[in-house]
């Protein structure tokens, strides 16, 4: 079955300590997006790629990069910038980029968590 | 910022009764989208509706549109028990980049047995 892998599931980061989300998708699809969701709040949106080695930030970047080196893979590192990392992480993808308005196929997510 | 906004923020129904949450957003949009995220789990895309249609239905839902009042509705019919998720609409801003959806915070949809 196509889909969007996400891994881990759970991840624990220790202070000053960069950390790699991966995401992994068997849809042939071109875009590929990274969303922050905390608590009771909707999606924002960290970085997106349209095509393989460009990406561009999204509304919260500051503090996560990205790569995009191959079609399907589209890895986010939270690194120690980043001081509230404590969140729940979704990947996405869509067949065309997100102008065009096509609806977006999500993974299940990595809960990131601060020890 | 935040294009569409839900309304109830929560909505606790029986279940066999019908569910109806809006979204309202602010600026003229290409398209507006519905999804549902179970609990611990990513969100999956229910329905589509674009900026020329006023309603649109799958199965058990029914989405309207009104782009003069610049809100959405959805309306799950007979619920059931499987229903209970978080729904948020998403929005694609008409003439905006390339950046993906902007998403409400969600209406969280508890059907009691």
């Known amino acids: 079955d196509g889909g969007i892998t996400q891994s881990p599931k759970y991840l624990f980061r220790k202070e000053g300590q960069n950390v790699t989300l991966s995401c992994e998708q068997n849809?042939?699809?071109?875009?590929m997006y990274w969303y922050r969701q905390d608590p009771g709040q909707g999606l924002r949106l960290i970085y997106y790629s349209q095509i393989v080695n460009d990406f561009q930030k999204g509304d919260i970047a500051e503090g996560y990069s990205v790569s995009r080196e191959k079609k399907e893979s589209f890895p986010l590192t939270v690194t120690s910038a980043q001081k509230n990392p404590t969140a729940f992480y979704l990947c996405?993808?869509?067949?065309?980029?997100?102008?065009?308005?096509?609806?977006?196929?999500f993974g299940d997510g990595t809960r990131l968590s601060i020890l | 910022s935040q294009q569409g906004e839900e309304d109830p923020q929560a909505l606790s129904i029986q279940e066999g009764e019908n569910a109806t949450m809006n979204c309202s957003y602010k600026t003229s949009i290409n398209n507006l989208q519905w999804y549902r995220q179970n609990s611990g789990r990513g969100l999956v895309h229910l329905i589509l509706i674009r900026s020329n249609e006023r309603e649109k239905h799958s199965g058990r839902l029914r989405v309207t549109l009104d782009t003069s009042k610049k809100s959405s509705s959805l309306l799950i019919t007979a619920s059931r028990a499987a229903d209970t998720a978080s729904y948020f609409c998403?929005?694609?801003?008409?003439?905006?980049?390339?950046?993906?959806?902007?998403f409400g915070k969600g209406t969280h949809l508890i059907i009691q047995p």
């Open positions: 996405a993808s869509s067949i065309e980029p997100g102008q065009v308005g096509q609806p977006q196929h």
């Open positions: 849809l042939n699809h071109d875009a």
């Open positions: 998403a929005t694609v801003v008409r003439g905006g980049g390339a950046d993906g959806l902007t």
